[in-house]
Nanobody, 120 residues
Framework: QVQLVESGGGLVQAGGSLRLSCAAS????????MAWFRQAPGKQREFVTS???????NYADSVKGRFTISRDNAKKTIYLQMNSLKPEDTAVYYC??????????????WGQGTQVTVSS
């Protein structure tokens, strides 16, 4: 069993900042890429940003220059620093991890999501 637990969501005014965390636990041998996705009401889930175990990052154009992903491999945790937030950033943010379990099974794990609401 592998669990991803997100935290740090909340309500913030436009222009403000939030920091999300996602901690992985369970029967984990290793984790490759970890990522953040988001889903706004009535819309499909979309990619936000990702980070490899080596620290290489990738960002959606909509968040470049405003969001920063980071990772602590020892803690099996990623962070998402969100600055200059806009109302259109309002969504449920989901953590995703490419996991290799202790039985060497490979799968994609998802967290339960954390709500981010940006008021105008």
């Amino acid at each position: 069993q592998v669990q991803l637990v997100e935290s740090g969501g909340g309500l913030v005014q436009a222009g403000g900042s939030l920091r999300l965390s996602c901690a992985a636990s369970g029967s984990i041998f290793s984790i490759n890429t970890m990522a953040w996705f988001r889903q706004a009401p009535g819309k499909q889930r979309e990619f936000v940003t990702s980070i490899t175990s080596g620290g290489s990052t990738n960002y959606a154009d909509s968040v470049k220059g405003r969001f920063t992903i980071s990772r602590d491999n020892a803690k099996k945790t990623i962070y998402l620093q969100m600055n200059s937030l806009k109302p259109e950033d309002t969504a449920v943010y989901y953590c995703n991890a490419a996991v290799i379990s202790t039985t060497r099974a490979q799968f994609s794990a998802w967290g339960q999501g954390t709500q981010v609401t940006v008021s105008s």
